[in-house]
């Protein structure tokens, strides 16, 4: 069985099951330019209004622990 047929073989039955693959591009955190790209932009940022961003994630979030 070549790889191809494989991979088809592997998501049928993965579907069956009633999932699929998911491919995520996302930048390379090991990247320098990426690095102080990130730095600039989270300096940037309005602490008060990210806080109250935080609380209301906390606020209607789920957690298994409570």
């Known amino acids: 069985m070549e790889a ?7 998501r049928e039955r993965r579907r069956a099951r009633g999932v699929r ?7 390379d955190a090991r990247s320098k ?20 961003a935080l609380k209301w994630i906390e606020a209607v979030a789920e957690f298994d622990d409570q």
């Open 4 to 10: 191809a047929e494989r991979m088809r073989a592997m």
């Open 33 to 52: 330019a990426v690095r102080r790209r990130v730095a600039r932009e989270v300096a940037g940022l309005d602490q008060s209004r990210e806080h109250d």
């Open 21 to 27: 693959e998911l491919r995520l591009i996302v930048p």
